[in-house]
């Protein structure tokens, strides 16, 4: 089974530029998420979708972020414009669709992609 | 909204045994999960617990108290490669159904 496909898997711009991320999930998997991992610290929830919509972005900085998943599939995160402080690892994660009759649930994770922004 | 404790960094011999803990505090505990990653890659899953109690997975175990809000995961019979960060991480039971948050993660060097 294919995992998490995410690129680029490395990316280096300038302060106030754009810069996007793509993931494509497992197939099968109904929950995308975005997490943010800052040298040292545990993943942070961006945003995660459910199929096609969104779930939960109350942690997604909106006045820059943005991310879509027009199709329930393919997933891409924006940043526009980036800042110093966004430089960290973009990870994508995916999981089956959650029920409250599903045990674990785990999410699988995508290698990621890392950012710095000079 | 949620607080999840452990420790930064461990350091523990090849052979012996490392208990890593987690705390922590949740309005709506839906289970806790424990990642392993390993530096520059993903993160993978090791464990998951819901109920009270000790689940065994060959060298790796992991440990609940839900009235405690405490966690440990027990790796035994250490080797080089596990040295890597070990990620707690709490479901919370709310509208967006799986969604976890992380602990910090403790960085664990295997020495020999």
């Known amino acids: 089974e294919a995992g998490v496909a995410q690129s680029p898997r490395y990316k280096i711009i300038e302060k106030r530029q754009s810069v996007a991320f793509w993931c494509n999930p497992i197939?099968?998997?109904?929950?995308l998420y975005w997490y943010q991992q800052i040298l040292g610290q545990g993943p942070k929830l961006l945003i995660q979708?459910?199929?096609?919509?969104?779930?939960?972005d109350s942690q997604l900085p909106k006045d820059r972020f943005s991310a879509e998943r027009l199709k329930g599939v393919d997933s891409t995160l924006k940043i526009q414009p980036a800042k110093l402080e966004d430089s960290a690892v973009y990870l994508c994660?995916?999981?089956?669709?959650?029920?409250?009759?599903?045990?674990?649930?785990?999410?699988?994770f995508g290698p990621g992609t890392r950012l710095t922004v000079l | 909204g949620q607080n999840i404790d452990q420790p930064t960094e461990m350091t523990a011999t090849e052979g012996a045994i490392v208990q890593i803990n987690c705390t922590y505090q949740t309005s709506g505990f839906n289970g806790l999960f424990w990642y392993q990653q390993h530096a520059g890659e993903a993160p993978t899953f090791l464990s998951y617990?819901?109920?009270?109690g000790l689940e065994e997975k060959g060298r790796f175990s992991s440990f609940l108290s839900r009235s405690k809000g405490y966690s440990y995961l027990l790796l035994k019979e250490l080797q080089m490669k596990d040295s890597a960060s070990y990620l707690c991480a709490v479901r919370e039971n709310n509208n967006a159904g799986n969604m976890l948050t992380f602990g910090g993660g403790t960085r664990l060097m295997v020495k020999p």
């Open positions: 994660a995916s999981s089956l669709a959650p029920t409250f009759f599903t045990a674990d649930n785990e999410q699988f």
């Open positions: 979708f459910q199929n096609n919509g969104v779930v939960d």
């Open positions: 197939s099968g998997h109904a929950t």
């Open positions: 617990n819901v109920l009270d």
